[in-house]
Each structure stands twice: as C-alpha cells, then as structure tokens.
C-alpha cells in the first residue's frame, strides 16, 4: 500500500514563503503522478499542482506565478516551493498520488496534510 509522507507547512506573514515536501513509499509502476490538493476553511478541495514522472506539470493558472512544483524522482519525493503567501492560501495542503490524471479524493484519501496559515 502506497504511503506518504509530507512535512512542511506553517505559519507566515503574508509575503512570506514555505515549501512542502511529500515522499511516497511503496508506489509501484512508473505511471504515476504526484501534486498536492488544498482544503479550504470553507471545506472546498481545489487543485494546487500536480507533476508526473516525466516532469510535466498542471496547476492552478492563479497559482502558477507564485507556486512551484518539483520532484526528486530517485526518492519518489515530490517538493511544493511556495512564494508570495497570502492569506487566502490558508488551508491544510494534501499531498496526493495520481494516475491517468484521476485523482480520487485527493483531500480524503492519504492523511491529514499539512496546514498552511497565512496572516496578513
């Protein structure tokens, strides 16, 4: 069973900047891709990034200036590099493992995340 591991995450000031990183252990295949959800305080579950194997990456057009993925394939260790925080980026960050571009549950499935609070 695949298991992550993510550490990161905090509180800033606005302007300020965090990085995330998450491990997956036990993935099998090279068909997989791994990015991070986030959970708003209203309880919504929105795309953040993802990034595959191969290195491409999707994400969030509003989020692209000022976040950025990369991954360490070797590891299977996937780093979220977030600048320019502002307070609406507040929300617990969930790691999560996807294929064929289906992400099922990406906020539910694989832990509790990360909070991440900004204040302004």
């Known amino acids: 069973e695949v298991q992550l591991v993510e550490s990161g995450g905090g509180s800033v000031q606005a302007g300020g900047c965090l990085t995330l990183?998450?491990?997956?252990?036990?993935?099998?295949?090279?068909?997989?891709?791994m990015g991070w959800f986030r959970q708003t305080p209203g309880g919504e579950c929105e795309l953040v990034s993802t990034i595959e194997r191969n290195g491409k990456t999707y994400g969030a057009n509003s989020l692209k200036p000022r976040f950025a993925i990369a991954q360490d394939g070797s590891t299977n260790t996937a780093y979220l590099h977030m600048n320019n925080l502002k307070p609406d980026d507040t929300a617990m960050y969930h790691c999560?493992?996807?294929?064929?571009?289906?992400?099922?549950?990406?906020?539910?499935?694989w832990g509790q995340g990360n909070q991440v609070t900004v204040s302004s």
């Open positions: 999560a493992i996807g294929r064929g571009g289906s992400w099922p549950a990406p906020c539910k499935r």
């Open positions: 990183s998450c491990t997956a252990s036990d993935v099998t295949g090279d068909d997989f891709a």
